[in-house]
């Protein structure tokens, strides 16, 4: 049973697209993240939710929103989505004992 | 600003070798520090985790990293390397309850 999971695991669109990625967590933590890594593979958080509350917005364009219907789901809306936008993106959800855990990504590749 | 690095990008070792993979943070607290592991086209695994107590701890595979607050560093070793080792790793220090510094990853890459 996976614990995070996240889809689609591989996305390419075109730019102006607009998309989505969907995230769940079964381990029933309050905290759930947003992650981009680069081509060089640098990751760099992108929101934090904590029970539903948005925590952290690392000065992410606004293109880019994030919606937690509930605390076991953090969903990532990209509009207008340009070549830029290409990256891995990592959703995660952590709890008591600050340790994170990661789903297996989503590929987005912008053409 | 809290950073990490690490300052090997890539790293080649042989089968069977020791391994070690450096990690230095900056952090004005005790921090939390983790080592995570990606394998190709995979998710990140967490390896292991520091808090606070022992100064060396264990984690999955094999692998243990020693805190040392004077060099504010957390290497990770492995005493014997398995071609199941490549992957890129991760070292990242908790910033706060909901922040995750990352650093900039080591690739590992094992010769059979």
């Known amino acids: 049973d996976t614990a995070v999971s996240q889809t689609p695991k591989y996305l390419v669109t075109q730019m102006g697209n607009d998309k989505s990625i969907k995230c769940e967590q079964n381990l029933g933590h309050d905290t759930m993240y947003w992650y981009k890594q680069d081509s060089k593979k640098f990751l760099k958080i992108m929101f934090s939710y904590n029970n539903k509350e948005l925590i952290i917005n690392e000065t992410v364009p606004n293109r880019f929103s994030p919606k937690s219907p509930d605390k076991a789901h953090l969903n990532l809306h990209i509009n207008s989505l340009e070549l830029g936008d290409s990256a891995v993106y990592f959703c995660?959800?952590?709890?008591?004992?600050?340790?994170?855990?990661f789903g297996e990504g989503s590929w987005l590749t912008v053409v | 600003a809290q950073s990490v690095t690490q300052p090997d990008i890539h790293i080649t070792v042989s089968e069977g070798a020791s391994l070690e993979l450096r990690c230095n943070y900056s952090?004005?607290?005790?921090?939390?520090l983790f080592w995570y592991v990606q394998s190709p086209g995979q998710g990140l695994q967490l390896l292991l985790k520091?808090?606070?107590?022992?100064?060396l701890v264990q984690g999955i595979k094999g692998f243990e990293a020693e805190f040392k607050r004077s060099q504010s560093s957390f290497n990770l070793r492995k005493p014997s390397v398995h071609w199941s080792d490549a992957a890129e790793y991760f070292c990242?220090?908790?910033?706060?309850?909901?922040?995750?510094?990352f650093g900039t990853g080591t690739r590992l890459k094992v010769l059979a």
């Open positions: 520091y808090f606070s107590g022992d100064t």
């Open positions: 952090y004005g607290a005790t921090p939390y």
């Open positions: 995660a959800s952590g709890g008591q004992g600050n340790t994170i855990y």
């Open positions: 990242a220090v908790g910033e706060g309850t909901y922040k995750y510094i």
